[in-house]
């Protein structure tokens, strides 16, 4: 589901940046519209004033109806006459106006004109909304993103950190069972050659780990552990934390590749990079849910959604390793710090995730 809601928020932003691109006008068609305005506003201002004055002297019966309709027609006219020609002394500003939009049109390079661009990949959907994507390479140094992960989460124990697939485990691993996106800025360390750039963003990640067969979680006498279902036929149970956390990164571009802009060379972020990302992240738990559902003689289906109070850390801190080409991104996450304390009587305790952006939405 919220992988849903994720997508229909993404086209219903690219949808919205492109009806905006629709209302930028060329400068110079905004001056002179507003130059037109301004005389036409000047003139019928001083009209007014001139019929004022013909309204004036027929209250007081200084002209008959005739002449106050005769003079107000030669007013009018006069306006007009005076309108017209100094909106044509304008035209020449509208006609170059024209020639430069025509020439924009036909001759402009592509990565210059104000875009929204989407694509689908091996990695999922990718976006760039309402991107100015100017000549000058500098301005691609430069990013706010959305992504957004799916992860494969899986519990070791602090002597094999990378036992991801510890058969030991008090639960299943599975390829798919988690999610995480986050709002980042990215920018360059050090000059605009440099291969490094660092990431800052704020986000959520959505853990979940399923017991194994016949088996869910039970929070009894202050402690936390994984038992069989005594209570029916189970179908299905996961238990679910959910974090807001910091993540930040620094990306090494493997492959650099470089362009001249005004005499000065640039890093062109435009090209597909080779890059490896290494950082690290911090989490604070805002929620810990256990979900069971099962059949009894008495009900086909009952659900239970029971707030886990104990057993669960309320901080993590871990670092990430990950590999990308273009926008195919791949990464390993590891909990420096146990998800399970001291209450929780569970065999692994430290969550391991392996990944990939599905979701890349660049602003």
Same mark, same amino acid.
């Given at each position: 589901m919220r992988t849903k809601l994720i997508l229909m928020a993404a086209v219903m932003a690219f949808t919205y940046g492109a009806a905006q691109e629709k209302q930028n006008v060329n400068p110079q068609i905004k001056i002179y519209s507003k130059k037109i305005d301004s005389i036409v506003v000047s003139e019928k201002s001083k009209m007014n004033a001139e019929l004022d004055m013909i309204d004036k002297d027929f209250k007081d019966k200084k002209i008959t109806s005739e002449e106050k309709q005769k003079q107000r027609t030669e007013i009018a006219s006069k306006y007009q006459q005076t309108i017209n020609e100094k909106v044509d002394a304008q035209q020449s500003e509208l006609q170059s106006a024209t020639k430069e939009m025509v020439k924009n049109a036909v001759f402009m390079d592509r990565d210059s004109i104000h875009?929204?661009?989407?694509?689908?990949?091996?990695?999922? @959907?990718?976006? &760039?909304?309402? *991107?100015?994507?100017k000549t000058n390479p500098m301005h691609?140094?430069?990013?706010?993103?959305?992504?957004?992960?799916?992860?494969?989460?899986?519990?070791?124990s602090k002597n094999q950190p990378f036992n991801f697939y510890d058969k030991n485990s008090d639960t299943r691993n599975t390829i798919i069972n988690s999610s995480q996106m986050a709002l980042r800025y990215e920018g360059q360390v050090g000059g605009f050659k440099s291969p490094v750039f660092y990431r800052v963003g704020l986000g959520m990640r959505f853990d979940q780990y399923v017991p194994k067969y016949g088996k869910v979680f039970k929070q009894e006498d202050n402690n936390l552990f994984v038992d069989d279902f005594d209570r029916g036929n189970l179908k299905k149970t996961q238990f679910n934390n959910t974090y807001l956390y910091v993540p930040v990164d620094l990306r090494f571009v493997l492959n650099p590749k470089y362009v001249e802009y005004n005499g000065v060379e640039y @890093?062109?972020? &435009?090209?597909? *990079?080779?890059?490896?990302?290494?950082?690290v992240y911090g989490g604070v738990k805002i929620g810990s849910v256990n979900y069971i559902k099962y059949s009894n003689e008495n009900s086909r289906r009952i659900v239970e959604r029971e707030r886990i109070m104990q057993g669960v850390n309320d901080f993590i801190i871990g670092g990430k390793f990950g590999i990308s080409y273009g926008s195919l991104k791949v990464f390993v996450q590891k909990d420096f710090t146990p998800v399970f304390n001291d209450s929780a009587l569970?065999?692994?305790?430290?969550?391991?995730?392996?990944?990939?952006?599905?979701?890349?939405?660049?602003?």
């Amino acid at each position: 589901m919220r992988t849903k809601l994720i997508l229909m928020a993404a086209v219903m932003a690219f949808t919205y940046g492109a009806a905006q691109e629709k209302q930028n006008v060329n400068p110079q068609i905004k001056i002179y519209s507003k130059k037109i305005d301004s005389i036409v506003v000047s003139e019928k201002s001083k009209m007014n004033a001139e019929l004022d004055m013909i309204d004036k002297d027929f209250k007081d019966k200084k002209i008959t109806s005739e002449e106050k309709q005769k003079q107000r027609t030669e007013i009018a006219s006069k306006y007009q006459q005076t309108i017209n020609e100094k909106v044509d002394a304008q035209q020449s500003e509208l006609q170059s106006a024209t020639k430069e939009m025509v020439k924009n049109a036909v001759f402009m390079d592509r990565d210059s004109i104000h875009k929204n661009e989407m694509w689908v990949g091996l990695n999922g @959907l990718n976006m &760039k909304l309402g *991107q100015r994507r100017k000549t000058n390479p500098m301005h691609s140094l430069k990013t706010v993103e959305l992504s957004v992960s799916m992860m494969g989460t899986g519990l070791t124990s602090k002597n094999q950190p990378f036992n991801f697939y510890d058969k030991n485990s008090d639960t299943r691993n599975t390829i798919i069972n988690s999610s995480q996106m986050a709002l980042r800025y990215e920018g360059q360390v050090g000059g605009f050659k440099s291969p490094v750039f660092y990431r800052v963003g704020l986000g959520m990640r959505f853990d979940q780990y399923v017991p194994k067969y016949g088996k869910v979680f039970k929070q009894e006498d202050n402690n936390l552990f994984v038992d069989d279902f005594d209570r029916g036929n189970l179908k299905k149970t996961q238990f679910n934390n959910t974090y807001l956390y910091v993540p930040v990164d620094l990306r090494f571009v493997l492959n650099p590749k470089y362009v001249e802009y005004n005499g000065v060379e640039y @890093l062109d972020n &435009k090209k597909k *990079q080779l890059s490896l990302v290494m950082g690290v992240y911090g989490g604070v738990k805002i929620g810990s849910v256990n979900y069971i559902k099962y059949s009894n003689e008495n009900s086909r289906r009952i659900v239970e959604r029971e707030r886990i109070m104990q057993g669960v850390n309320d901080f993590i801190i871990g670092g990430k390793f990950g590999i990308s080409y273009g926008s195919l991104k791949v990464f390993v996450q590891k909990d420096f710090t146990p998800v399970f304390n001291d209450s929780a009587l569970l065999k692994n305790k430290y969550g391991v995730q392996i990944g990939i952006e599905f979701v890349n939405i660049i602003f």
